[in-house]
């Protein structure tokens, strides 16, 4: 292996343009997808409050439907309130309200910032970087309490730099004393980004309380060793039970699943049953497969090119000994190398992309970065990179009859 | 060494059916020197890639060290090649990326050695042929002469009993083919079998023994 890999970086030093050229198309290609990959990672992977992702079933999406009428959105208050408290093989559970974007004057300046209406238990389900203060309880949301949590932009847009705990500030029409202080959370993690939390009994009104689709969502920490399958099917029974008292529909229907399956479903696949995240991954899968399938049908093209250069090699090679596995294995360790080398190249690139991207403010709060997991994903994608676009041109190279070859022939 | 026996080969296109080799029945004992003579397309290489495994004949029997070879599996002729055949081609055939000692260490590299070992049997390969000074270069940076020396040391690194070589000198000057002959002579003196095409009568007067073809039979 060690002197196929020694060969395959000898052939590729030697090529230089076809090397440049292959290179730039796999590094391009690895580029964009390793930014999906950083992007998917920022709103998916366990990090920041969400750092609990395989223990997290969340209700995001109601709908209630009748024979002539439909209505479907965000769950309801009424909906979350009846079905999630007490549930077996669940160790906490949250209700929140979707972020909402609220403008204010704070001493003559106009501030806009995003708030959510939170329980106590939401600081408990989803873990929040605290840089000063602490999160308000159950208590706050029992009396109503006016306070709130901030994220460090929202604390320096209101307060400055310094310390913002015990001041308060006027947002809705109330005044909010300030509790805690969070690290800001990027805006596509939507089950937890906000500038300003409160409690959601702070709301001007309590119809929120009987709503079944409405502009809320849930989530349930699973305690240790329970099974997701069975708390959401407990959910789907319990949904069952809830009663509708509106004539015009007669099924309601909202089920709890992950993140990724649940948030799959709401925005990209709507219409797939979000149960069912395999079906979101392989669709993932199938649309990186055929975004590198160009590059790779070119590279294939390449290849197959080059085979009539090579030919020579391969007659010789033949003739002292390779078998035919023998140089399969050796085209397509080359083409790996090379794929591997794009990867390097698209690694460097991305991390420079996803710098910009950050600094941009195009995405608020943005902290896309290109982790270990990513990483792994790029490695992952950079094999099946190596190998698609390597395959074919290795076993028809291997193939080649050594006397044919040697005459340059192909038959 | 090598033993044909009826040995035919007959090429099939859509429409043409070309016979190359016609009943051949050849021995060529261990240590033997022989050259293979005739004209054009009379089905010298044909013998030759018959001999050393790289072509299955289409009728009769090839018999290397005593044991037939039967079926022409991939993986096994390609063992029996690299462990006991070495092949010297008119046009050379080195790999052009390669350095000269990569291109030796080919035939080494399909079998299971050690790298100091692969490294040391290239050393002593490159010294038989005089060129242990230009390890390092390329192909290209070669007068036709070294490059088919090379393709020697290449051939014999893996020290096969049996050496193939075709027109050997057809691309060289005669100077150069001389001082390839000398370094074929020198080989087959320390116990090699070589069987080499040629077009010089001068040069198949210098082996052991010549066979002559003409239009795939064996005339002499």
Not at chain 1, 22 to 40: D, G, I, P, R, Y
Not at chain 2, 6 to 32: C, F, M, N, W
Request: proline share 4%.
């Amino acid at each position: 292996m060690c002197s196929t890999l020694k060969i395959a970086l000898k052939v590729l030093l030697r090529r230089k343009f076809f090397t440049f050229v292959s290179l730039f198309a796999v590094a391009f290609t690895l580029l964009v997808l390793l930014v999906s990959v950083a992007m998917l990672d920022d709103v998916f992977g366990p990090q920041g409050p969400e750092d609990r992702p395989d223990r997290t079933l969340v209700v995001l999406k109601a709908e209630l439907s009748g024979e002539h009428s439909r209505r479907n959105g965000w769950a309801g208050y009424g909906l979350l309130s009846r079905t999630l408290p007490e549930m077996p093989g669940v160790e906490r559970s949250t209700i929140f309200a979707m972020p909402r974007k609220l403008t204010t004057y704070h001493e003559g300046r106009k501030i806009t910032c995003f708030t959510r209406r939170t329980d106590g238990e939401f600081w408990k389900v989803f873990r929040f970087d605290f840089v000063e203060g602490q999160p308000y309880g159950d208590d706050a949301e029992a009396q109503a309490l006016p306070v709130a949590v901030l994220n460090e932009s929202a604390r320096d847009r209101f307060f400055g730099p310094g310390s913002a705990v015990g001041k308060t500030f006027e947002l809705d029409g109330r005044r909010l004393r300030v509790v805690g202080v969070v690290r800001n959370v990027p805006s596509l993690r939507f089950l937890t980004f906000a500038d300003v939390w409160l409690p959601t009994s702070l709301s001007r009104s309590d119809g929120y309380k009987k709503s079944l689709v409405g502009d809320f969502a849930g989530a349930m920490l699973l305690a240790p060793g329970a099974r997701a399958a069975d708390v959401s099917g407990e959910f789907a029974r319990r949904v069952g039970t809830v009663p509708i008292d509106d004539d015009r529909f007669k099924t309601l229907s909202a089920s709890a699943s992950t993140l990724f399956s649940a948030v799959a479903s709401f925005f990209v696949f709507e219409g797939l049953d979000s149960k069912r995240p395999g079906v979101i991954v392989g669709v993932l899968w199938l649309l990186a497969i055929l975004f590198m399938g160009l590059p790779a049908l070119n590279l294939v093209n390449l290849n197959l090119s080059r085979i009539l250069e090579r030919a020579s090699e391969i007659g010789v090679r033949k003739s002292f000994g390779a078998t035919s596995g023998a140089l399969v294995r050796q085209f397509l360790v080359e083409n790996i190398v090379l794929a591997g080398l794009g990867g390097v190249v698209a690694a460097v690139l991305t991390a420079i992309v996803l710098a910009v991207l950050n600094r941009s403010g195009l995405v608020p709060y943005a902290t896309f970065t290109l982790n270990l997991r990513v990483l792994g994903w790029g490695v992952l994608l950079t094999l099946v990179f190596g190998i698609v676009s390597g395959v074919l041109p290795a076993w028809r190279m291997s193939r080649l009859h050594p006397v044919g070859a040697l005459q340059g022939r192909f038959e | 060494m090598i033993r044909l026996q009826d040995v035919s080969k007959v090429y099939r296109t859509d429409r043409i059916e070309t016979t190359a080799l016609d009943g051949i029945s050849v021995a060529i004992e261990k240590g033997a020197f022989v050259s293979v003579m005739g004209p054009s397309g009379c089905g010298k290489s044909t013998l030759l890639n018959v001999m050393g495994l790289l072509d299955a004949p289409s009728g009769g029997t090839v018999s290397l060290d005593g044991a037939p070879i039967r079926g022409y599996r991939d993986r096994e002729v390609a063992a029996l090649r690299n462990a006991k055949v070495g092949f010297v081609f008119q046009s050379f055939h080195l790999i052009a990326d390669l350095t000269v000692a990569d291109n030796v260490e080919i035939p080494l590299l399909y079998r299971s050695m050690a790298g100091a070992e692969r490294r040391r049997r290239v050393a002593a390969a490159l010294e038989r042929v005089g060129l242990t000074s230009r390890r390092d270069h390329f192909p290209t940076q070669l007068s036709g002469g070294q490059q088919q020396r090379v393709a020697i040391a290449r051939a014999i690194v893996g020290e096969p009993r049996l050496l193939l070589a075709d027109e050997p000198t057809g691309n060289l000057d005669s100077q150069m083919g001389e001082e390839i002959m000398a370094v074929l002579h020198e080989l087959n003196q320390q116990g090699t079998t070589i069987v080499m095409v040629t077009h010089d009568s001068r040069l198949a007067e210098s082996t052991h023994r010549t066979i002559r073809l003409f239009d795939g039979r064996q005339v002499q």
